[in-house]
């Protein structure tokens, strides 16, 4: 059975820093391309970032680049998001998902989410 | 970036009601277009890929179809567990976009 399950959300001061961590069981993690994709309380559904396999392609929304950064650590399964500068627009729920294929742009439909991890910018 | 559209943002229906929904792109996405449910409270599930191919495991009163930049998601005979919000994403163009959502509940 494919699971991922995310953690590290909290409360958080804006510009401070935060990662968070995808931890991947069920399939075979290292073949498959990941993205993290989140949603502001009441809100839709927003793409955040994405990388290949092995981790040589990233992709970011215009909204957070140059501050989040996507990883991953295919001996452990997981899949990181290092988020520095937030910003109170960032408050959402961060869900890490699967991606069809190995490559970002190929199948880029999101077969299997996690539950989800909550971060709060607040003062 | 991609502009999707939904129609309608929300909608009631009674049990066995067939719906539909629409999807628009602001710009010629082929058919990299997929649906998700989401209940409240839970993380999307995926429905549809690719405008018309129904995920495993999805039951097959669930179906999407495309006509151009359109693309309509019908559930044939609507169920109460099918009450939920409804988004489309594309992938045609980094960054992948999602529809605005629809919301279904039970008239």
């Known amino acids: 059975e494919v699971q991922l399950l995310e953690s590290g959300g909290r409360l958080v001061q804006p510009g401070g820093s935060l990662r968070l961590s995808c931890t991947a069981s069920?399939?075979?993690?290292?073949?498959?391309?990941m993205s993290w994709v989140r949603q502001a309380p009441g809100k839709g559904l927003e793409w955040v970032a994405a990388?290949?396999?092995?981790?040589?392609?990233?992709y970011y929304a215009d909204s957070v680049k140059g501050r989040f950064t996507i990883s991953r650590d295919n001996s452990k399964n997981t899949l990181y998001l290092q988020m520095n500068s937030l910003r109170d627009e960032d408050t959402a729920v961060y869900y890490c998902?699967?991606?069809?294929?190995?490559?970002?742009?190929?199948?880029?439909?999101?077969?299997?989410w996690g539950p989800g991890t909550l971060v709060t910018v607040s003062s | 970036d991609i502009q999707m559209t939904q129609s309608p943002s929300s909608l009631s229906a009674s049990v066995g009601d067939r719906i539909t929904i629409t999807c628009q792109a602001s710009?010629?996405?082929?058919?990299?277009l997929n649906w998700y449910q989401q209940k409240p409270g839970k993380a999307p599930k995926l429905l549809i890929y690719?405008?018309?191919n129904l995920e495993t495991g999805v039951p097959s009163r669930f179906g999407g179809s495309s006509s151009g930049t359109d693309f309509t998601f019908t559930i044939s005979s609507l169920q109460p567990e099918d009450i939920a919000t409804y988004y489309c994403?594309?992938?045609?163009?980094?960054?992948?976009?999602f529809g605005p959502g629809t919301k279904v509940d039970l008239k």
């Open positions: 998902a699967k991606q069809g294929a190995e490559v970002v742009v190929i199948n880029a439909y999101f077969d299997y």
């Open positions: 069920g399939f075979t993690f290292n073949i498959y391309a």
């Open positions: 990388m290949s396999r092995r981790g040589g392609t990233t």
């Open positions: 710009q010629d996405i082929s058919n990299f």
């Open positions: 690719d405008a018309s």
């Open positions: 994403q594309q992938y045609e163009n980094l960054p992948f976009t």
